[in-house]
């Protein structure tokens, strides 16, 4: 769709993430299974700019993915861990990866101080939505994307939060202030 086709996508995937930016799942031979990419202030798991783009996609290609791509971008308060994206290996689906790399997910967010986490969830994947709303995320708020629904793939995200700070601790929180 808007990063496609493969032969241009991959490219520019290898080139632009930053592993910082991401917990990763290994099975027991050591292969991967399974990524989460998070955002945090000016950096994600996908760090690509225009001339990124550009690169990969020559400059035409880019002046349309360019405003496609801001549509998606999130600013996030600095206590909210933006959630990039999450990706499970379809051999290991099922087997609880994703449910350990959003465990470890909130965990590296407790430890940098972070009071929530953010993601989206687009309406054609109910299966991550469950396991997200089994995780404690609840739904905040739904953004449409007609008219480019046929360009993104999907008509609408889902936008969730989980809350990292218990609600004794909020109000001890609050009371002090």
Known sequence: MVLGPETRAVPYFAATMSLENALCAVDGNGELIGVAGFK?????????????????????GSLWRLPLLMLLERKEAPETLQMDGICVAEEARGAGVGSALLQA?????????????????IDRNPRARALYERTGFSAVAVETLVPFHRIFGFRSATRMELDLMPSTTKRAVVERA
């Open 40 to 60: 945090t202030g000016d950096t994600g798991f996908l760090n690509g700019g225009t001339a990124d783009i550009a690169r990969h996609y020559g400059w035409i």
């Open 105 to 121: 997910l909130c965990q590296h967010a407790r430890a940098n101080g972070y009071q929530r986490i953010a993601l989206d969830v």
